[in-house]
């Protein structure tokens, strides 16, 4: 049977996950026996609840028309994730929503570089995401700024592509693999968009763990 909410989700009808719950809690207020009475039977309860917990799982892949991606495929890197990252970074990257309009952009936002990454980068990234979220939250500013500027140094250089800028990335990835505040997710991450622009081959053995 077709799940009731990915067909409104898909229309456009339900557009965040705040009005999915909010229709989940009207319907179950008609379905759970405790809420609707003896005439209500628990089987519809339950079948109601399975598809919201499906819908909710995979509501971003619903929302944006896109497929759930195969955690065993080996896709590479898409050249749309540097500006999906520009376009991240611009959005607040990285953050915890406020309200339910900036999180539905933000998401999607965050979604569409996911996506772009491919699976290999992708968990490597929801990693360095909750690593840098720690920083934000435990106070660490200081060095999620330089993190963060390492990401536009990025940005900047596969935009421009001068010397000067490959040499300072370099440094930075050296520094960054010596900095014991800056955590082993991030130290991945930035080492794997390194070599994505094709920095890496004269860094030598990786520091720390880098």
Not at 1 to 17: C, H, L, P, Q, Y
Not at 73 to 91: G, T
Not at 93 to 102: M, S, V
Request: proline share 6%; net charge positive; charged share 25%.
């Amino acid at each position: 049977m077709a799940n009731r909410f990915v067909r409104r989700i898909k229309s456009g009808e339900i557009s965040t996950i705040g009005e999915l719950k909010s229709e989940f809690k009207a319907l179950a207020k008609l379905s759970h026996p405790d809420l609707a009475g003896e005439d209500a039977g628990q089987s519809d309860f339950v079948a109601l609840r399975s598809e919201y917990e499906a819908a909710l799982r995979n509501f971003q892949e619903h929302r944006f028309g896109a497929a759930p991606r195969s955690t065993n495929s080996s896709s590479p890197m898409s050249d749309e994730a540097w500006p999906c990252l520009a376009i991240l970074m611009k959005r607040g990257f990285p953050k915890t929503p406020r309200h339910e309009k900036e999180a539905l952009r933000y998401d999607y936002a965050r979604w569409r570089f996911s996506e772009a990454l491919g699976p290999a980068l992708a968990a490597v990234f929801e990693s360095c995401d909750a690593e840098l979220l720690a920083l934000r939250e435990g106070g660490g500013v200081n060095t999620l700024a330089v993190e963060l500027a390492f990401l536009r140094k990025l940005l900047a250089f596969r935009d421009r592509s001068l010397s000067p800028m490959r040499t300072d990335i370099v440094l930075s990835l050296g520094a960054l693999g010596s900095d014991p505040s800056v955590g082993p997710a991030f130290r991945s991450f930035s080492r794997a968009l390194a070599k994505e622009l094709g920095i890496g081959i004269e860094l030598g053995p990786s520091p720390r763990g880098l």
